[in-house]
């Protein structure tokens, strides 16, 4: 079976209960089928075909002969096919909300919230697993390269070192599948902006671009640049559909409200002026040790990176806002929800979905963003306090991009200003 088939057969899905139960209707023929019946008449599927396995095992291929390098690459793997496995789940859930408004009438539609188990079935497993994937694995899986919170050391810093060299300007930045889930989870302004962790990408990959980049400019993500923004006809947009589609459910029954409801809180200009002051305070930390002619040359790019920041974050925040201002109904629909149908698989659903949010991104907790932190900040202090140690110059603060102080920055500023489901998280549980 060629990748493209595979591709094809992946996103091919029913959420259908008609065809889940016929497995007449559910399972693949001609190029699509895994296990065909072959001239003696015989099936020859086996584990190893089924799985891939020869792709799989064959995909793994270090810059060095550094055996910590190996669980670098798998750690990344292991990402990449949970990311996979979670876009594939948002997009189940997105495709069983489309066809829930499709139900008519807002009573109807919250009838079916409760009732239906088997038309839910599929969305109430992708949901959780979702919700599981990034609360349990990703966490986990991100700690095989040491977090310092592990009694034991499972990822050498000073090994690290010896290799990392090798694949710059790669980073896990260029993750175009986290960006397509981030799009799942609401943020789509967010990723429109322009923030300052280009000039690396820029030199690198020789592009003629005089600016700063958005996280999902092709400069960054290159080739995979439309995974993270995929085309309207895509497998793909359909991950890109879920929060609208579950406001879109909830503006259904939002009819059933009574009176005026206030627009989910909109994001405020103390918010974007606190963004942009630590940003400053960043970009002249990056000043500290130049002088001279690289100073004023980094001045000007910095003076213009924050220019860029302020425009992009105003207009991304005028679109924001204004689409909450359309959330109105949504807002009244959830508080229908939690009164009338707490319980119900909308409610389910919905709930697993803000989990994998704050999962994957809140500041306050162990979230995915959170280790991710902590791992990076212990592996870039000691890669740094080993190259000290011998007298050698610090290597750069980031791989490709802007480095570890945009991470905090983009976590505790920005990203909590674009919440998943704004207009049901809001109306609290
Ligand atoms: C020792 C291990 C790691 C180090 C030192 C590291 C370092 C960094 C740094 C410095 C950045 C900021 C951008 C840049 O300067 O390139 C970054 C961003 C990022 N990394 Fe890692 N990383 C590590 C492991 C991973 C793994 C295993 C993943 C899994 C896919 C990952 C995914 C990401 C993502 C998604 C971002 C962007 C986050 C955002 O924009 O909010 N990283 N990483």
């Known amino acids: ?86 876009a594939f789940d948002m997009a189940v859930v997105a495709r069983t909300l489309e066809s829930l408004t499709k139900v008519g009438d807002p009573t109807a539609i919250l009838r079916r919230c409760s009732e239906d188990e088997p038309f839910w079935r599929p969305a109430l497993t992708a949901a959780a697993r979702a919700s599981f994937a990034c609360r349990e694995l990703l966490p986990s899986i991100m700690r095989y390269l040491g977090d310092p919170r592990d009694a034991d050391e499972t990822f050498s810093s000073i090994e690290f070192s010896r290799f990392r060299k090798n694949l710059e300007p790669a980073s896990g930045f260029q993750s ?99 963004a942009i002051a630590t940003l400053e305070r960043i970009l002249s930390s990056k000043r500290r040790d130049v002088s001279g002619d690289v100073l004023e040359e980094r001045k000007r790019r910095h003076t213009a990176a924050v220019e860029w920041f302020r425009e992009d974050m105003a207009s991304a925040v005028v679109a924001e806002n204004d689409r909450r201002e359309h959330l109105r109904r949504a807002r009244a629909g959830a508080q229908v929800l939690r009164a009338l149908a707490p319980a119900s698989h909308l409610a389910t659903v919905l709930r697993h979905i803000v989990r994998a949010d704050e999962a994957l991104h809140d500041p306050a907790h162990d979230s995915f963003l959170s280790v991710h932190l902590r791992v990076t900040r212990e592996r870039l202090r000691q890669v740094n306090a080993y190259a000290a140690s011998r007298g050698e110059q610090e290597p750069s603060a980031g791989t490709g991009g802007g480095g570890i102080e945009y991470l905090g920055w983009a976590q505790k500023h920005l990203i909590p200003l674009f919440p998943a489901l704004v207009a049901y998280r809001e109306v609290g549980e």
Request: charged share 25%.
């Open 176 to 274: 175009a599948q986290f960006r397509l889930i981030q799009r799942g989870l609401g943020k789509s302004n967010l990723l429109s902006i322009r923030l300052f962790p280009s000039d690396t990408y820029r030199e690198n990959y020789g592009d003629v671009h005089d600016s700063t980049a958005t996280v999902v400019d092709p400069l960054i993500l290159r080739h995979d640049a439309a995974v993270a923004t995929p085309a309207k006809a895509s497998s793909l947009a359909l991950v890109t559909h879920l929060d609208a589609a579950a406001h879109r459910v909830l503006d259904a029954i939002g009819e059933l409200g009574h009176g005026k409801t206030a627009a989910p809180e909109h994001i405020v200009s103390a918010d974007i002026d606190r």
């Open 1 to 86: 079976m060629g990748d493209e088939t595979g591709d094809k057969a992946w996103w091919t899905f029913s959420i259908d209960e008609a065809v889940r139960a016929d497995p007449k209707q559910s399972r693949f023929t001609g190029e699509m089928d895994v296990n065909p019946v072959l001239s003696g008449g015989r099936r020859m599927l086996d584990y190893h075909k089924y799985i891939g396995l020869d792709h799989l095992l064959i995909s793994q291929r270090p810059s060095s002969s550094i055996p910590d390098e190996r669980v670098f690459i798998t750690t990344h793997q292991l990402h990449e096919i949970t990311f996979k496995m979670v």
